[in-house]
């Protein structure tokens, strides 16, 4: 079959640290921004991809709370091309049936992106084909620290007890509540580190480091990464039998 099989075990949720724009750009002579320009066109393949791979949820890696060291030339054409991106594809997430939401903290993003960030989890709220979860500014050290201020605000104000608080406390107050943990995890371009990337819910979650450059990550290579998925044992802490 060209597509994932049906009957194999494949992952449900995929997340991506989607890596390699600017060299891949460096490579063809090209402007850091026109990697990133490409790698976003990317995204489009790889989302409309996963119901034809039994991949219902998808999250990706656009902009980390440490991206903001980069140069102001390249980080405010990334703010730019995340407000052209949510814009262009609109109709498409509606037309593909995407359910997009974003995790991260907005606070420090233009009122212009946070706007548009809204109206977008607004408008595909219904939609159930295909759950994007975009990570901008998104760090996990970060989430994990807000999470554990709300979670100590509700102890101080009488609404938990302390003593109830145990490792499924913890997630209801993560970003990521409404989703399930990843099942894999891919970083594209070879390197070989997570990159402060959804810690909590990845404990047990299956890593695949590949040598592709995020804007060459096409579908046929995605088809590839969920095959080899299904052939690992996954045992979470268990024996091998």
Same mark, same amino acid.
């Given at each position: 079959m060209s597509k994932l099989d049906k009957k194999q075990d494949g992952p449900r949720?995929?997340? @991506? @640290?989607? =890596?390699?724009n600017g060299r891949w750009a460096t490579q063809k002579g090209r402007p850091r921004i026109f990697g990133h320009q490409a790698g976003a066109k990317r995204v489009r393949e790889i989302v409309e991809a996963c119901p034809d791979n039994n991949v219902?949820?998808?999250t990706i890696f656009a902009f980390s709370t440490e991206n903001w060291k980069r140069t102001q030339t390249e980080v405010a054409g990334l703010m730019s091309l995340f407000r052209r991106y949510i814009i262009k594809e609109a109709e498409n997430f509606m037309k593909e049936g /995407?359910?997009?939401?974003?995790?991260? *903290?907005r606070i420090k993003l233009d009122k212009k992106l946070r706007k548009l960030m809204d109206d977008i989890e607004e408008m595909t709220a219904n939609n159930t084909r295909t759950n994007l979860t975009i990570a901008l500014n998104y760090g996990g050290r970060d989430e994990v620290a807000r999470a554990t201020k709300r979670?100590?605000?509700?102890v101080a104000e009488g609404r938990l007890n302390p $003593? =109830? /608080?145990d490792e499924e406390t913890l997630p209801r107050y993560l970003d990521t509540y409404v989703l399930p *943990?990843? =099942?894999? /995890?891919?970083?594209?371009?070879?390197?070989?580190?997570?990159s402060n990337f959804l810690l909590w819910q990845s404990a047990y979650a299956e890593y695949e480091f590949i040598e592709t450059l995020w804007p *060459?990550?096409?579908? *046929?290579?995605?088809? $590839?990464?969920? $095959?080899?998925?299904?052939?690992?044992?996954?045992?979470f802490g268990g024996a091998l039998v």
């Open positions: 949720h995929v997340a @991506i @640290i989607m =890596d390699g219902k949820y998808l /995407v359910c997009v939401r974003f995790i991260g *903290d979670l100590a605000e509700d $003593k =109830d /608080v *943990d990843p =099942d894999l /995890v891919i970083r594209t371009s070879g390197e070989a580190r997570i *060459d990550f096409t579908p *046929d290579v995605f088809e $590839k990464v969920l $095959k080899g998925y299904g052939t690992r044992d996954r045992r």
